[in-house]
């Protein structure tokens, strides 16, 4: 699977998009985007995925760059309750196990 | 909304004892998983499951690890001789067909002393 590079960190004010970056260059044609985020020690909680169209649904959209070396994960309205550790992860989709190979990912912090 | 659930949620036990991790995966799901996440660490894959066996493991997953799946509900994960070194949040998490999103556990937080 791809390497992917996150910020550390991101502040975002509360009511704002927090538009968080991930840097995959290395991404091959059969690889999708994840996005995952853990709230504080909780089980990581699926956001969104895409292959190359940008996709949007009840959570977040998600902007993946006409050469899908970079992507961007957009939430229109960042609340105090989104402030987790957010993963960007590549992986290959169908055929694969599916194992999610986990970075350290951006701590978003939504501040009031 | 159909979710993941795992006993006990906190696990406390002695260096060299057996414990069992219970998960109950969401009900039509194929694809089983468990993770581990020491604290302050990242969460780290350790085996997956289909099909009634194995079908990646990790490093991490030697010969002290079990998984099973016993009957049609449950899936557990046994460390056979617990070492300090296995406090961790253990995730279970399970997905419905390949290529799809995988949904997580609250997790089992290990204690071994």
């Known amino acids: 699977d791809a390497k992917t590079t996150q910020p550390p960190s991101m502040d975002c004010a509360e009511g704002r998009a927090a538009n968080l970056p991930c840097n995959h260059s290395?991404?091959?044609?059969?690889?999708?985007v994840y996005w995952y985020r853990q709230i504080h020690s909780q089980g990581p909680q699926y956001i969104i995925h895409?292959?190359?169209n940008n996709e949007t649904n009840e959570m977040a959209s998600l902007i993946i760059t006409e050469d899908r070396k970079s992507s961007t994960l957009i939430l229109p309205h960042a609340t105090l309750r989104d402030t987790a550790v957010y993963y960007c992860?590549?992986?290959?989709?169908?055929?694969?196990?599916?194992?999610?190979?986990f970075g350290k990912g951006t701590k978003l912090s939504v501040k009031p | 909304e159909p979710e993941v659930t795992q006993t006990p949620s906190h696990q406390v036990t002695q260096m060299g004892q057996e414990v069992i991790l219970r998960c109950v995966p969401i009900?039509?799901?194929?694809?089983f998983y468990w993770y581990r996440q020491i604290l302050g660490q990242k969460v780290e894959f350790l085996v997956s499951?289909?099909?009634?066996?194995?079908?990646?493991k990790s490093e991490i997953f030697d010969d002290q690890f079990s998984v099973e799946r016993p009957d049609g509900s449950n899936f557990t994960l046994k460390i056979r001789s617990t070492k300090l070194e296995d406090s961790a949040m253990y995730f279970c998490?399970?997905?419905?067909?390949?290529?799809?999103?995988?949904?997580f556990g609250p997790g089992t937080r290990l204690t071994v002393l």
């Open positions: 998490a399970s997905r419905n067909g390949p290529g799809n999103e995988q949904f």
């Open positions: 290395t991404i091959s044609g059969n690889e999708y």
């Open positions: 895409g292959l190359k």
């Open positions: 992860i590549v992986r290959a989709g169908r055929g694969s196990q599916g194992n999610l190979i």
């Open positions: 009900s039509n799901h194929l694809y």
């Open positions: 499951f289909y099909n009634n066996e194995i079908s990646e």
